[in-house]
């Protein structure tokens, strides 16, 4: 066995591969160039693919390109055996490394094929491509869907939260309605006898001057149980065609005075904005109360602007409660300190005023809403803290024909009956 490998080994009846080329020195060094380049690149081509290979863990087959390097590594060393037996007749090792390069390309090889399947069955870059755009379409269809669902869900709660508000101002309505009728009533006996009683007493009596106290507290309480009525919408009301601008324009010192301001209110009345038919006094009230409120909220600063604008049918649309009917829109907008939120959702309520005690009864808007309800119109407002209060009162335009004019020329009554009156 040592025998064969000395033999195998023996290199001394061996001539250099040079001697093939008659050491022509041309063949010699293209030979050499040649060998050392390819063999240089041999070398590199592996070190490539392992740094590939650790680089990329999630690779595929990552062992095949090991076996490559492998392969491509011995293809190298043959390249190298090749120059040097140009000079040494080493052709045993030479063989040698041959044998392993052979082992190492025949076993690459059965590899390649046996993988070649499984490869071609991977998804080529082209179809993940396409992959992933159908994958992200169907992510951007589903976050559409769960966004509509998002804003039906939010418009669901909209809706039942607009339910509830209005069942609860029904059923407050309802409650300060019954009360403040009949205490109307009895409030009305009351200042009726009382105003009988004065009229036998001396004048300037003690018992005069206390009776006429004990009046003023009854009219007190009428003036507040008349402003529950306009929110229960139980007032008997008077409606007649009214010229909004006009009836704006006419208030001015009234709402100046209301205001707190040296100068009457800004007013950007629109041309040609429709009559209405209301009662004339419950929106000049209706004002007034607004009036007050942006005083209040401006008073650190601010101002406050009238205005009047028609809202027709189409337009009318987009507020559900105006039901597609021409209205007129009057609206008194201040830049003060605004509502917070869930001071907003209980602005109409009677009696919910921030104002400390005995400075607000909480009833101001409360005729607004009950004025404007109870006058097939509607309110709403807009509130931002710290950026003030727009309050918009919708009331349907008046298209009855005009029978008789007040004697002011600024409202006109109609031929219709008062909407609701109350004994
Ligand atoms: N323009 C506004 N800016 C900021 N907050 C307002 C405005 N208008 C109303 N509010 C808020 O709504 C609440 C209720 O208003 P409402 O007019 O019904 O009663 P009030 O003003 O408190 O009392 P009263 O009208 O009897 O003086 C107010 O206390 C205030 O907090
Ligand atoms: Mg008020």
Redesign the pocket.
Known sequence: MLEILNGFLDRTSLAPHGICLLWRPELIWTHVVSDAIIALAYFTIPIALGVFVTRRRDLVFGWMFWAFALFILACGTTHVFEIWTLWVPDYAAEAAVKAVTAAASIVTAILLWVLLPRALALPSPAQLRTANAELLARVRERDEALAALHEAHAERDRAEEMLRQSQKMDAIGSLTGGVAHDFNNLLGVVISNLDRIERFLPAESGARHSLRGALTGAERAAALVQKMLAFARRQPLQPVRVDPNRLIRDLAALLRGALGTVEPPEMVLSAQVWPVCVDANQLENALL??A???R??IQEGGHAVIRTRNVPAAEAGMIPALQGVDHVAIA?E?S????APE?LAR??EPF????AVG????????Q?FGFAKQSDGHVE?N?EPGR??T?WIYLPRDRTELSSSHSGGEVTRTGRAPRLGYA
Do not use: P, Q, W, Y
């Not at 003060?336 to 509502?339: A, F, K, S, T, Y």
């Not at 400075?359 to 409360?366: A, D, K, R, V, Y």
């Open positions: 109360n607004l007050v409120n942006a209040d909220a008194v201040d003060g300190r605004g509502m001071i602005a109409f919910f005023t921030t104002k400075e607000g009864t909480g009833l101001g808007l409360s607004v407002i509130s003030g209060t309050v």
